[in-house]
């Protein structure tokens, strides 16, 4: 999985995308991270038509009417892509409700699990303790 993050800005869409193209025929996947952040823009989202779309924690705040709006509008370009969503910052049970109401059936954050070192996700995958 590569990661484009909100940190970095794209300077040049046509190279970045014969790149991402080449990695892809590699076996690799396109992940936008923290979409509505930063440089991470819908531009990011059209011209490089990523895999995986994760959307900014600001836009899991289910008590802003206009974030509601943005993940239904996002989540419906993620189809027109081909991309799954993934929202980022679930912190609580409300929020996970509100979220799958929007369409969006991923999720991250401190409610649905704490960060693990990959050797124990690993080991607990395989039924060890």
Known sequence: MIEL???TPVEDY???RTVVDR???LGARLAIDDLGAG????RHVIAL???IIKLDRAL???TDGAARSTVQTLV???RLVDATIIAEGIEHAGQVDV???LGVELGQGWHLGRPERPERVVLAAAGHR
């Open 14 to 16: 046509v190279r970045c």
């Open 23 to 25: 990695l892809r025929g």
């Open 49 to 51: 038509q990523p895999e």
């Open 60 to 62: 899991t705040d289910v």
């Open 5 to 7: 993050t909100e940190q």
């Open 99 to 101: 979220i799958r109401g």
């Open 39 to 42: 440089y991470a823009s819908l």
């Open 76 to 78: 419906g370009l993620a």
